[in-house]
């Protein structure tokens, strides 16, 4: 008897370490060389940093938080977390549940909120234009799958979206994506409607990185006639005088 309440009182003892455990103690195990972490206070389940630096890409979050769900987490063995963090009033925010289980990873309620000149940087590659605006990102519920998605609901919206190149300007308002999952693929309708431009695109990725692309641009009479004469080069034009889009590749 003695020995299972020595047991016992062992076992709480170990999770009262774990649950009172300082999330800075954690934090100095972080190779430095990836991700440094400053000015952590709070614990492992809910804690604070005033700012997360990642090298690859480089990318600074400020105000960062982090409130996980322990008894939700034990019970279906998924860990559960809210994450949010806020770099300025304009800059860069976020917030979202984040968890990841045996069946994956999920989040929802996701909202990012981020500036054309913040998320250019952290492209793959160098756009061959200037973009202005903000981008507005919602999801309300995404789950890993095969080959990328299980579920997938979002939106992320272009504010006062406004593009600069040398073959001229072209002002396209708000245009919306539209995401969701389709047979474990990624699928994007766009829309965007202007005084220079209006936009009807259907973007799936598939297995393998690949892309289906298809749709319809139409130009207006406002559009710079260098960007008008070039949407010739895209596709055919149609019966409504809108430039047809069909292309398929590879990422």
């Known amino acids: 008897m003695k020995v299972k309440i020595a047991i016992l009182f062992f076992f709480v003892?170990?999770?009262?370490l774990l649950v009172n455990l300082p999330a800075a103690v954690?934090?100095?195990?972080?190779?430095?060389n990836t991700i440094k972490v400053n000015n952590v206070t709070g614990t492992l389940w809910k804690g604070e940093a005033k700012k997360v630096v990642i090298k690859n890409p480089n990318l600074t979050l400020k105000n960062v938080k982090w409130d996980i769900a322990l008894l939700n987490s034990l019970f279906n063995l998924t860990l559960e977390t809210d994450v949010s963090f806020?770099?300025?009033?304009?800059?860069?925010?976020?917030?979202?549940v984040l968890k990841y289980g045996l069946e994956g990873a999920s989040v929802s309620n996701v909202l990012l909120d981020i500036t054309s000149e913040e998320l250019v940087p952290l492209l793959p590659m160098p756009l061959p234009a200037k973009i202005t605006g903000d981008f507005s990102v919602v999801i309300n519920e995404a789950k890993q799958g095969i080959p990328y998605c299980e579920t997938l609901v979002g939106k992320v919206t272009w504010n006062e979206a406004y593009v600069s190149s040398s073959f001229g300007d072209i002002d396209?308002?708000?245009?919306?994506?539209?995401?969701?999952?389709r047979d474990g693929n990624i699928s994007a309708l766009v829309?965007?409607?202007s005084e220079h431009l209006s936009t009807n695109l259907d973007v799936t990725l598939t297995a393998g990185e690949r892309y289906l692309l298809t749709g319809e641009v139409k130009g207006t009479s406002q559009l710079a006639p260098s960007i008008a004469?070039?949407?010739?080069?895209?596709g055919p034009v149609n019966d409504s005088g809108a430039t047809e889009i069909n292309f398929k590749g590879k990422l």
């Open 86 to 96: 806020y770099n300025g009033a304009k800059a860069m925010s976020g917030e979202g």
């Open 13 to 16: 003892y170990c999770i009262t």
């Open 229 to 234: 004469q070039s949407l010739a080069w895209v």
């Open 191 to 193: 829309t965007q409607q």
């Open 172 to 181: 396209l308002a708000s245009p919306v994506v539209e995401l969701s999952c």
């Open 26 to 32: 954690v934090v100095s195990f972080i190779p430095g």
